[in-house]
Nanobody, 123 residues
Framework: QVQLVESGGGLVQAGASLRLSCVVS????????MGWFREAPGKEREFVAY????????LHADSVKGRFTISRDNAKNTVYLQMSNLKSEDTAVYYC????????????????WGQGIQVTVSS
């Protein structure tokens, strides 16, 4: 059973930075494609970032491009989301997700999900 546990969220002021981490257990991490998603109050869950199995390919949503960076460390079974220049509209619950075969930029194929972690940005 693949399990994902996020950490690193919290309350910050606009313009600050945070790094989210997601540790994966119970599966072969290097075989998993990874993604970050978020769900803001009253909105649907949306794609934030994707990273390929070897980390060589990434995709970021337009809303976070240039501010957020996804990365992974296959030796540590961990995927990261470095968030900079945070804005109030980035306030959401952030989810880490994993899948063997995914449709990049969507939630399709992400079979495993973390419990989510709150990020709150005050303006």
């Amino acid at each position: 059973q693949v399990q994902l546990v996020e950490s690193g969220g919290g309350l910050v002021q606009a313009g600050a930075s945070l790094r989210l981490s997601c540790v994966v257990s119970g599966g072969t991490f290097r075989d998993l494609r990874m993604g970050w998603f978020r769900e803001a109050p009253g909105k649907e869950r949306e794609f934030v970032a994707y990273i390929s199995r070897d980390g060589g390919s990434t995709l970021h949503a337009d809303s976070v491009k240039g501010r957020f960076t996804i990365s992974r460390d296959n030796a540590k079974n961990t995927v990261y989301l470095q968030m900079s220049n945070l804005k109030s509209e980035d306030t959401a619950v952030y989810y880490c997700a994993a899948g063997a075969a995914v449709l990049i930029g969507t939630q399709v194929g992400f079979d495993y999900w973390g419990q989510g972690i709150q990020v709150t940005v005050s303006s």
